[in-house]
């Protein structure tokens, strides 16, 4: 038992000596017992490629003709936007400026609205209800905190600032940011989407346009 404890104590020593140090800074190669492939012979893109490369030298090939960004632009109110221009479709700010665009900046059609809930039932209903009051699925599993979007600061905020949060996430970082999950255009039928489910909650009937007023009695 003595020799296995004075064993076992040297290989945990020996184990530390030699495993221990891997990731630290040191101009001294280190001891590689796995070395994980760390080291390989390999172009590295948009390089000059040397002898290795193709014949024009380059170690990447240029694009196929006609081939499309994998992010293609989107169309504005009749106007193409790309997705790295600054433009309120995709940053939810005034060009130029930090200020939120108070109004979606794309056209509210039936189309977005349906696309708009559509994408709310997948991505927000979860937590925030599937009427936009808090009370999603979530709520049952303990999830606390989540805010009905139909409260007044909610209501008051500017499109661009709901644009924001869905992009990234809520300031105190408790609702995570969905810019992965939901594109910029369906952001926008969120939005729009969730405008009227504000309207649901908060609408008085004189809201509704005279012929539709009638049927409400
Ligand atoms: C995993 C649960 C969860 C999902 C899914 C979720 N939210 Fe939230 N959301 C929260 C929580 C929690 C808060 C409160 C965050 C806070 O107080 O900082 C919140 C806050 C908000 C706010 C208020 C932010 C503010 O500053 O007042 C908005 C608007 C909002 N969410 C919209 C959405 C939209 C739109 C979606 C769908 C794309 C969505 N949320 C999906 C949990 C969620």
Known sequence: MRYFLALFAVTCVLVVVIAGPRGSASRKPPIEIWNDMDRQLKLRPQAVAGFAGWQDGRTSRQWVQGTVPRHASIQVRGTEVHRFQDHPAITGREIGKTNFV????????????????????????????????????????????????????????????????????????????????????????????????????????????????????
């Not at 369906?186 to 939005?191: C, E, G, K, L, N």
């Open 102 to 217: 108070d109004v979606l900046p794309v056209p509210v059609t039936e189309q977005l609205m349906a696309r708009g809930q559509e994408r709310y039932n997948i991505y927000c209903a979860p937590c925030h209800g599937a009427a936009g009051d808090g009370n999603g699925v979530l709520k049952k599993f303990g999830h606390g905190a989540i805010p009905s979007l139909a409260d007044e600061l909610r209501v008051k905020h500017p499109d661009g600032y709901l644009f924001w949060v869905i992009s990234n996430g809520s300031p105190s970082g408790l609702m995570g940011s969905y810019a992965s999950q939901v594109e910029p255009e369906d952001r926008w039928a969120i939005i729009a989407y969730v405008r009227a489910l504000q309207l649901a909650r908060l609408g008085k009937p004189e809201d509704l346009p005279e012929p539709l007023r009638a049927s409400l009695k």
